[in-house]
């Protein structure tokens, strides 16, 4: 290799990078709930972090009851025969009964209706044959049902005490239905994310907008809109700001007072007309920048006053990469939530790379597809470029290369993080 193109290459140094665990253990040390906390009712709680522990105060359901529509008896009035039964009395779902069944005596119940005290076996009501005498009404039950066949217990979903939800946790329908059967009509939840979005750069112009040679359309900030549609914020437009220091410092300086967190795309390297990084050293602490990762390396985390900062690189690439891996997992945590790791899995590559740069992790933008001996694989986008968007649209996830890897060969096993185990798709 020539010197010339040792020099070109702008990833030379991530030996003195940081490494992708240590950036993320930066963000685990450093970042922690700012998300106030207020009472939500149930029916707006979905996808809220709970801000409580939800234990059961009682027993769910609260009492036996029967699973099905038919006949409560008492098990030890059956025998390998089956039963003969007067009936005599009708409990139907909300209106349970205080009479005791007495011997050979059958109760007409419905599903969820109560089981009265005494009995603890139901009949379906297709199993049994009814019949009048003397004015009396009875059922037959015919033989082999178990002691306790078709009654639900008391507690059988839940039992009183039990730790249903822990706070932290982003509350899904069937969190919100569980916590519903508890009785509780609402809970503490902390107050969704304050972020703005600002996208900055002289290039940037707004979809809708004319554009001349040179200008490009703002892609980031609707790619950044669509990410954060998924974690618990509410999302500002602050527009596009030009490369301007001055202007930037301003807007900065205000926007950190009435926000959480403001995510930034762009202005992230170090030319004349990146002014981010100087301007978080200026009005706040930086704690992260320059990462041994590919793309997206320019990326940097800080704070000013108590208002978080992400500041993603302007190619969009590396901007949804960074995101994923860092803007997710710390929009969660000050949103009240857990640390987001993505879920991945291994799974033989379709594709070669005869080198590969040691001391930086690679994320490829990837899909899965069908080898030829019906083995699944992964694939890789053919190119490598960080400003293009076509890769992030064909794939369905990432490829995550390990800084040691040098090579990789087809059938090498590789890390596929698939989009859905980052909650988008
Ligand atoms: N001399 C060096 N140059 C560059 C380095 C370096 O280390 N030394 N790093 C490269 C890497 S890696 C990346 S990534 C980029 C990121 O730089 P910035 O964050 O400063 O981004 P910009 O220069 O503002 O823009 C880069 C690229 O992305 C386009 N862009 C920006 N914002 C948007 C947007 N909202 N929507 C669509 N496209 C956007 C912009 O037009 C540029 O083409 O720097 C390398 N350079
Ligand atoms: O890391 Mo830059 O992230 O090449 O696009």
Known sequence: MSDKSVLNDCFLHDKQRLRHHEALQIL????????????????????????????????IPLADNSAVDGYAFRHS???????????????????ASNATLGPWAAGRIFTGAVMPPGADTVAMQEDCETHQQDGKDFVIVPQGLKKGA?????GEDVKEGTA?????????????????STGQAAIKAFRNLKVALVSTGDELRRPGDLISVGDVYDANHFLLR????????????????????????????????????VLTTGGASLGE?????????????????????????????GNI?????????????????????YA??????????????????????????????????????GWLEEGSDGNTLAQKFQRDGSGLISGLREADGLIEIPEETTEIRKGDLVRFLPFSGFGIR
Request: with cysteine; charged share 25%; net charge negative.
């Open 305 to 325: 006053e108590s208002c978080a900062f992400l500041g993603l690189p302007g190619n969009p690439v590396a901007a949804m990469v960074c995101f994923l891996l």
């Open 164 to 180: 249903l939800l822990a706070a932290g946790h982003r509350l899904r329908p069937q969190d919100l239905a569980a916590i519903a």
């Open 28 to 59: 685990k040390d450093q970042v922690s709930t700012i998300a106030d906390v207020e009472t939500v009712r149930l029916e707006n709680a979905l996808e809220r972090i709970l801000a409580e522990d939800i234990t059961a105060p009682r027993n």
């Open 273 to 301: 007309e990146d002014h981010i990084l100087r301007l978080l050293d200026k009005l706040g602490q930086r704690h992260m920048w320059q990462l041994a990762i590919k793309p997206g390396r320019p990326m940097m985390f």
């Open 328 to 365: 997710r997992p710390v929009i969660n945590v000050l949103a009240g939530g857990r640390f987001l790791e993505p879920q991945g899995f291994q799974i033989p590559a379709a594709f070669e790379v005869p080198r590969k740069k040691p001391d930086r992790r690679e994320f490829y933008r």
């Open 150 to 154: 078709n009654c639900r217990k008391a």
């Open 77 to 95: 009035d059956f025998d390998e025969a089956g039963g003969f039964f007067q009936i005599q009395q009708r409990i139907a779902a909300g209106h």
């Open 226 to 261: 669509g990410l954060c549609a998924g974690l618990p914020v509410e999302i500002a437009d602050l527009g596009i700001l030009k490369d301007d220091a001055s202007l930037i410092e301003t807007r900065l300086k205000e926007t950190a007072e009435q926000f959480d967190l």
